[in-house]
């Protein structure tokens, strides 16, 4: 069963601080991720994607992929109270097949 | 405006009687997916289809069926409900599979089966 695996938290932060998200994959094959932020009750919305190994950044974000080490990191630079929500982490299996992890649930603290 | 737009948004029904939860987008995409979301388990993929008169089984296909009969549009339908078919859902779409394209997702349906 090729898994996508993810700390469920609550990860507190507090306001201004780094946070970062962590994610690990099972599928040797997988090809791109994505971060995907999840408000309470809402739908999901993508943060980043990535496909290479190294850094991406945009914004106050960073994702880090390390194919070698199947593992995926998502830093969220000067936290702010809003971005308080779920972050699902999700790889392509393949074609087609997108496995998501169970998200972490992010607190940051005014 | 883009957008994935699925209905009902809510619906309370009971186990046995049939429904179809519709799922249409704007933005000509070939690839659509549809997702339940049960807390602790997160989203897992139901079925999703590649283009039009093109499905396949995701990883919790049990108890659903699914059409892509146009390209806009993916049903989902629940033949014979049941209760641990309770659950959110989510459409999504993306302009292809193969391109690595990122997911839009619909606002999710809340469904409760009694």
């Known amino acids: 069963q090729k898994e996508v695996e993810q700390n469920s938290g609550p990860l507190s932060v507090p306001e201004g601080a780094i946070a970062s998200l962590n994610c690990t994959y099972s599928?040797?094959?997988?090809?791109?991720f994505f971060w995907y932020r999840q408000y309470s009750g809402k739908s999901p919305e993508l943060i980043m994607s990535i496909y290479s190994n190294g850094d991406k950044e945009d914004g106050r974000f960073t994702a880090q992929l390390n194919k070698a080490s199947q593992y995926v990191s998502l830093l969220i630079r000067d936290s702010q109270p809003s971005d308080s929500a779920t972050y699902l982490c999700a790889g392509m299996s393949g074609t087609y097949k997108y496995i998501f992890g169970t998200g972490t649930r992010l607190k940051v603290l005014a | 405006e883009a957008q994935v737009t699925q209905n009902p948004r809510y619906l309370i029904t009971v186990t046995g009687k049939k429904l179809t939860v519709t799922c249409s987008q704007n933005?000509?995409?070939?690839?659509m997916s549809w997702y339940r979301q049960d807390p602790g388990l997160g989203l897992r993929q139901i079925y999703y289809s590649m283009n039009v008169e093109v499905t396949d089984k995701g990883d919790v296909p049990e108890g659903y069926k699914v059409s892509r009969k146009e390209k806009r549009n993916f049903p989902l339908i629940l033949e014979s409900p049941s209760p641990n078919q309770t659950s959110l859902y989510f459409c999504?779409?993306?302009?292809?599979?193969?391109?690595?394209?990122?997911?839009?997702f619909g606002d999710g349906t809340r469904l409760s089966i009694l």
């Open positions: 599928d040797r094959g997988s090809q791109s």
């Open positions: 933005m000509n995409h070939e690839y």
């Open positions: 999504a779409s993306s302009s292809s599979g193969w391109s690595n394209q990122p997911q839009h």
